[in-house]
């Protein structure tokens, strides 16, 4: 799949978690919001060649451990908004999706560090 339909696939993700939040489902937006962070930042692995990536390619699975650690690089690239909007999407992970313990009010609070990840990847596809 190229970089552009992995991007709109993204894109319909996160309006899909908007939908789950005007509706009051907290796990499934909480679960469609952490995905859109996770491959945002398979995304950007890729695209700055972060040697996590090719770890993950050569073991065929991405683990939180090497999500962790590409958050991190990826911060002194796009500045601490990165790495926030990361560990937002793993508390929107545990949290709200597997735990069941967030408001839909405290999901729609952070989904814009969500969407402002988005619009990175948006950007370094362009």
Do not use: C
């Not at 796009?78 to 949290?95: I, R, S």
């Amino acid at each position: 799949m190229s970089l552009d339909a992995r991007v709109e696939e993204l894109r319909k993700k996160f309006r899909e978690a908007i939908e789950y939040i005007k509706k009051g489902d907290t796990v499934q937006a909480a679960e469609k919001l952490y995905k859109v962070a996770e491959n945002a930042i398979k995304i950007l692995s890729e695209i700055n060649r972060i040697p996590e990536y090719k770890k993950a390619r050569q073991e065929g699975t991405w683990w939180i451990k090497l999500l962790d650690r590409v958050a991190k690089r990826l911060r002194d690239i796009y500045g601490e908004e990165l790495l926030d909007a990361w560990t937002t999407a793993y508390k929107f992970h545990q949290k709200g999706f597997h735990e069941e313990q967030l408001t839909v009010e405290e999901i729609a609070e952070e989904a814009y560090k969500i969407e402002d990840l988005l619009k990175i990847v948006e950007k370094e596809v362009k």
